[in-house]
């Protein structure tokens, strides 16, 4: 799949990452940036760590940023909008997140979040799909993030909530999407296969799935990559390094797997991968960072970048140059599939 010239719509010396659209029109880098950690994901971020993050950015020709209420209770949005404020609102696309509105808490304010965010429980988040409760939720992230707004949202993570999720939680993004306060709509989660679903029974123009088409989870390949790319809906690939296993050169078996304890068999399964990289010279994040670009429903593919220097090695991983030898040995020794390969993908 090739992307068509980068746009030159902000304010930085380089130019834009390449980009690929969506069927609304809006373009995102093949790179974007997740700001979970701008809400102090499992430790604390400085406002000034996150403004120079997104200044790198910016630098580095990323215009696609991703943030929810759910990252820090908030403070990831309001981060994320006040250091946009710095850089061309215009030329970036911004995403966020409904389903979990933001509740007062004050008999709780006294300890810190228990849901891996260092901040203050001054809130707690409650799961609504209701129409009224997209509209809040969508309302209070513009004014946390400053703008008038959202390119995209998604609806977070309604595993248990399909029912609402799946009619007015959905409608009530169309709603939006018609009135011009939303661009593109569609649903984030940490699985395919609701997704998929998603896809299939409803109107959403793109999809997040995080962790689920990475070098050792290709589950995604198994329905949801062909629906959305046979509806024209455009998949954001997230979680790529499967919250820590593929994040380093040299796998480390302590590294978390999907936050959790990494089993045997995928550190054994990673430590192979990672050796096939270092025979043609290339290092495992890299690979990671551009395998799922290999599919032509892939939109994006978005990483946590904390810091300046997150981002500036992020953008190196993306750059970096893999031959196609890499792909070729990864697939006919069954280690990864790649859909350059696999006769029922294509790549236009």
């Not at 902000?10 to 029109?25: E, I, N």
């Not at 209420?69 to 006040?82: A, F, K, Q, T, W």
């Not at 850089?87 to 979990?100: E, F, L, P, W, Y």
């Not at 990483?303 to 040995?329: C, D, F, K, Q």
Request: charged share 25%; hydrophobic share 40%; glycine share 8%.
């Amino acid at each position: 799949m090739t992307s068509k010239p980068p746009s030159r719509d902000h304010t930085s010396t380089k130019q834009t990452l390449p980009t690929r659209a969506l069927r609304t029109g809006h373009r995102l880098t093949e790179l974007g940036l997740g700001a979970a950690q701008f809400g102090n994901l499992f430790t604390e971020t400085t406002d000034d760590e996150a403004r120079h993050a997104v200044e790198a950015a910016a630098e580095e020709g990323i215009r696609y940023f991703d943030t929810a209420p759910h990252y820090g209770l908030g403070l990831s949005e309001r981060r994320l909008g006040d250091a946009l404020h710095g850089t061309a609102r215009q030329g970036a696309v911004i995403s966020s997140k409904a389903g979990r509105l933001l509740v007062d808490s004050p008999q709780t304010a006294h300890r810190l979040d228990d849901d891996g965010f260092v901040v203050p429980a001054a809130k707690r988040r409650v799961w609504d799909f209701s129409r009224d409760g997209v509209l809040r939720s969508v309302e209070e992230s513009l004014a946390r993030l400053g703008t008038d707004r959202l390119d995209i949202a998604y609806l977070h993570d309604p595993d248990d909530h399909w029912g609402p999720a799946s009619s007015s939680g959905i409608a009530a993004l169309a709603e939006l999407r018609d009135q011009g306060v939303v661009g593109a709509i569609g649903v984030g989660m940490n699985q395919a296969a609701m997704p998929a679903e998603f896809v299939r029974r409803t109107d959403v123009d793109v999809v997040m799935v995080a962790g689920r088409f990475t070098l050792l989870d290709q589950s995604a390949l198994d329905d949801l990559l062909p629906v959305a790319g046979a509806r024209g809906v455009g998949v954001v690939a997230a979680a790529v390094y499967n919250s820590g296993l593929l994040s380093s050169a040299a796998v480390d078996g302590s590294a978390p797997y999907d936050y959790g304890v990494a089993p045997r068999a995928f550190v054994e399964r990673a430590a192979r991968i990672a050796a096939v990289c270092e025979r043609h010279g290339v290092e495992l994040p890299a690979a990671a960072v551009q395998y799922p670009l290999r599919h032509p429903a892939v939109v994006s593919v978005v990483t946590g970048m904390r810091t300046r220097e997150h981002v500036r090695s992020n953008v190196a991983r993306y750059r970096a140059v893999i031959p196609e030898a890499l792909w070729e040995e990864l697939h006919v020794t069954g280690l990864v599939p790649d859909p350059v390969r696999t006769s029922r993908f294509s790549r236009t």
